[in-house]
């Protein structure tokens, strides 16, 4: 890749520069490009890792420290464990972001794994009334999922709406629940997901995706999972158990978490937590990447053969191309 290096000191952004969104498989080196791309062009970075915004969930969601921000980062740590968090809140946080930074005349870098989070925050989606807030259905099988587990859950909707049941994994009860919402609305969530390819941008925005081959991305996921439990992430979850982490809504099914739960219940082995920890975290990189193939606005950088200076570069050369609405 040698695309030049543009100098952003002349260029003043406004509220017509598109967001940049940096995207990719969880372990694709997403947030260390982001903080790079940041320093080079007067930007901030937006986190959009729906896991990243529960407050005390640090390690085991490889979420950036506080002392390796070179940069300003928004929407990290905004939500206590025990609280729900949704798509729908997160197009609200994210734009307030977006029309903060253009105040300032500074570039919105929106980083993350999330692609529905990410779409809510740029595309045209309108969330129906109350998908803002608490509503009861909603907590109705939230409280269900807390008692009765995740294939009850998934059988539930499976027995109310087979469809959508039938593209959701059985471990993704966010999902699954938002499906049952929709089912109680009148709607499908199948019927919605063909619907959403169609939908018009909101704000202007330029995706980068980050491309590395299966084999890299394994060895460096198991490479980080391994990290993650030298740096403390036992300990992590230990201390969010004491603060009622187990309450919560949302946060306990993050993928290590549950495991590591589970573990320290005496239901399995810590090696067999950590192993099943890894096979979650390969599959859910293989749904992301399957996600964001749909997507052909992605313009994709191979970043397993280029670094963050030429992607950096890369970046640079094509948002200084795109025009001014």
Known sequence: ?????????????????????????????????????????????????????????????????ADERLVPHH???????????????????????????????????????????????IDAF???????????????????????????????????DSASAQIIPVNDTKRIIRALELHEQGESYAVRKVALKHIEPYVPAVLFGLRVSPDVLRKRIDARIDAMFEQGFVHEVESLLRQGFRKG????????????????????????????MKTATHRYAKRQRTYFRQDTRIQWIDYDTVNSDEACAFIQAKYATLPVS
């Open 249 to 276: 809504l949302c946060a306990p099914s993050a993928i290590g978490y549950k495991e590591l739960v589970a573990y320290l219940d005496g239901t399995i082995s810590l090696e067999s937590a950590r192993e099943a």
């Open 75 to 121: 929407l990290l740590d905004i939500v206590d464990p025990g609280a729900s968090y949704s798509a729908a809140l997160f197009q609200r946080d994210a734009r307030r972001v977006f029309a903060q930074l253009a105040a300032q005349h500074k570039r919105s870098i929106l980083c993350g794994g999330t692609g529905f989070y990410i779409r809510a925050a």
């Open 126 to 160: 309108n969330f129906a009334e109350g998908e803002q807030e608490h509503n009861e259905v909603r907590e109705f099988y939230q409280r269900f999922l807390a008692k009765e587990g995740a294939q009850a859950l998934w059988r539930t909707l499976h027995a109310l």
């Open 1 to 65: 890749m040698t695309a030049h290096l543009h100098s952003s000191t002349n260029v003043v952004p406004s509220a017509h520069e598109p967001v940049i969104v940096i995207l990719g498989p969880t372990a694709s080196g997403k947030s260390d490009l982001a903080q790079q791309l940041a320093l080079r062009i007067r930007g901030e970075v937006i986190n959009a890792d729906s896991m990243q915004i529960y407050r005390g969930m640090d390690i085991g969601t490889g979420k950036v420290t």
